[in-house]
């Protein structure tokens, strides 16, 4: 029962960032101006329009693999820092989000010290 636990606990890690990269997928699809607002809203807690693309691709590829369970402790190790990351530029604005993203990363960060989780693409090579 605790294998499959560890699986649930990667997935439902994994999908903080990928859920959020999917419903700003299909937002920024929704509206011509869709990925312009994105970048606007980035611009506004300090962050570059060069960090768009860039936010993105981490929380899609770092998300899907974390999801199947490729590379289950690289893709931990980046997912918290991208939480660290976000923590400290989205907190400034939110003390709430500073700590969701704060716990987030102490997720991560387990699951990387504990990446051997069942149901995951990792354990196929073995």
Same mark, same amino acid.
């Given at each position: 029962?605790?294998?499959?636990?560890?699986?649930?606990?990667?997935?439902?890690?994994?999908?903080?960032?990928?859920?959020?990269?999917?419903?700003?997928?299909?937002?920024?699809?929704?509206?011509?101006?869709?990925?312009?607002?994105?970048?606007?809203?980035?611009?506004?807690?300090?962050?570059?329009?060069?960090?768009?693309?860039?936010?993105? $691709?981490?929380?899609?590829? %770092?998300?899907?693999? #974390?999801? @199947?369970?490729?590379? +289950?402790?690289? /893709?931990?190790?980046? *997912?918290?820092?991208?939480?660290?990351?976000?923590?400290?530029?989205?907190?400034?604005?939110?003390?709430?989000?500073?700590?969701?993203? $704060?716990?987030?990363?102490? %997720?991560?960060?387990? #699951?990387? @010290?504990?990446?051997? +989780?069942?149901? /995951?693409?990792?354990? *196929?090579?073995?």
């Amino acid at each position: 029962m605790n294998k499959y636990l560890s699986a649930l606990g990667r997935i439902l890690l994994s999908s903080t960032f990928l859920g959020v990269v999917i419903l700003k997928l299909i937002a920024i699809q929704s509206s011509p101006e869709g990925y312009v607002q994105y970048k606007q809203v980035l611009g506004q807690v300090g962050l570059g329009e060069n960090f768009a693309p860039l936010l993105i $691709l981490i929380e899609l590829l %770092g998300g899907a693999a #974390l999801f @199947l369970g490729f590379k +289950t402790k690289a /893709s931990a190790y980046l *997912l918290t820092c991208l939480a660290l990351f976000m923590a400290i530029v989205v907190g400034r604005f939110s003390p709430e989000t500073f700590f969701i993203y $704060l716990g987030l990363a102490g %997720g991560f960060l387990t #699951l990387a @010290l504990n990446p051997n +989780t069942t149901c /995951s693409l990792d354990n *196929l090579k073995k």
